[in-house]
């Protein structure tokens, strides 16, 4: 059944994507989790302390990610279908939760604070991806034409586009399962990444 607090983890995250995390309060999260409040307050300090360790929760899968599809392994686009995937995933979690952090300055600012050190931020997501399409720049996989960090911004908007669209709308506007969204992005970007 896991710990006390994966499964506070676990109840957040449900409250989370049924109510968004301006509406759920630490009452509700004890409450699924049979717990009192106090009860709660044992393993976190603040309801945002819990949209944290969500956040560091799903961070392993994301860094497994890029450690398994590294460059010069196996193709590109192989590697650049498994690695949208891992980021559309990503973004998935974060935007709930950043709704929230954007509206408050100050938490803002908390979460900024929590999450960099960690390299748990947005734009982690953007130095891993350059990282690796750097790396396969110089083994000559991918041409030195977008530079590279203008490749990630290609790659990295169109999930970005996809996850809001998706928490916004609450339905996927493309009618597409997250194999065939990656596989798209990546067969109508590659072309143009593949040296002349």
């Not at 991806?129 to 960090?149: D, N, V």
């Amino acid at each position: 059944m896991g710990t006390t607090r994966e499964r506070i983890l676990e109840a957040a995250e449900k409250l989370l994507l049924v109510k968004g995390s301006a509406h759920v309060t630490t009452k509700e999260i004890a409450r699924a989790v049979g717990l009192s409040e106090s009860a709660l307050y044992r393993h976190f300090d603040h309801k945002e302390d819990i949209f944290f360790a969500l956040m560091a929760e799903h961070l392993p899968a994301f860094h497994e990610a890029f450690q398994t599809h590294q460059a010069g392994t196996v193709t590109v686009r192989e590697n650049l279908v498994a690695l949208v995937l891992v980021v559309a995933s990503y973004y998935e979690q974060l935007i709930p939760m950043g709704v929230s952090f954007l509206a408050d300055k100050d938490l803002l600012i908390r979460f900024r604070a929590v999450t960099q050190p960690l390299g748990m931020g947005p734009q982690n997501v953007f130095e891993h991806l350059a990282t690796y399409l750097e790396e396969e720049q110089r083994l000559g996989r991918l041409g030195q034409h977008p530079s590279a960090l203008t490749m990630a911004t290609l790659l990295l908007g169109p999930c970005f586009q996809r996850a809001f669209n998706r928490q916004f709308m609450g339905f996927d506007p493309l009618h597409q399962t997250e194999q065939q969204f990656a596989e798209e992005v990546v067969q109508g970007l590659l072309p143009a990444m593949l040296p002349a």
